[in-house]
């Protein structure tokens, strides 16, 4: 499948587990979600339960299709659990993008590169990327023309460009809510579907079939019920 939908919220309880069992889940425990409000530990706070679901279907991808030494980009890459389980996993040459300048404060900032930079304009040469992550980012400012046009650029022919995204098949009006003082966009069946046109433009094609259907809203956020979506598509040869 190119393109999954969260059905439920035991889903993402399911993922919880199965990340611990890996062991790569990032998330705060108990004790130090308390050190954390007291302000006795500075550290990032890396993770969000909630995106349980969309990260272990990134890290089963990217653990079949690309090798440990192969350069993956992951892109608003501030608190991402994804750039950070991937180096649990042996993955060795990674590289996370973001505007927040706190990005150096991640973990393993001496041995993941991390560029202060909008991932929509980069500096990186072309072709420099096996793969290119965004979990829950592309919503947010989404601008598809630049966005294809610069995943394009720096994926190397056969790699691999793998978002999540705040979805429902019906369109969900999300007008005047702003996210990181950006506009927030709930997808719909119809603005993927465009998406996806607009990405074949750039080279950039869906793997297999696409699943549109959702069954529940288990997100509710910004007052708004919706789910989430995970999508991964292929640069052409």
Known sequence: MSMLVLQE?????????????????CVDSFCKSLLRRFKLISAVPIGDTLKSWDVLLSLDLLEEKVGKNEP???????ASE??????????????????????TKMPYHDLIHYEITDFLHTKFVDASFKAITAISVIEHGFNAPSLLKEVSRLLKPGGYFIASFDYYPEKIDTQGIEYFNMD???????????????????????????????????????????TFAWLTLTKSK
């Open 82 to 103: 994804l750039i950070v389980a991937l180096h649990k996993l042996g993955y060795f040459d990674l590289t996370g993008a973001d505007l927040n300048p706190r990005l």
């Open 72 to 78: 993956i980009l992951d892109i608003g890459c501030y």
């Open 184 to 226: 927030w966009k709930i997808f719909s069946k119809d603005e993927v579907a465009d998406f996806i046109n607009q990405a074949a433009g750039c080279g950039l094609f869906p793997l297999g079939a696409m699943m549109y259907d959702a069954k529940d809203r288990p997100i509710d956020c910004g007052g708004k019920q919706y």
């Open 9 to 25: 919220k035991v889903q993402i309880n399911q993922a919880r587990r199965k990340l611990a069992e890996k062991g790569v889940s």
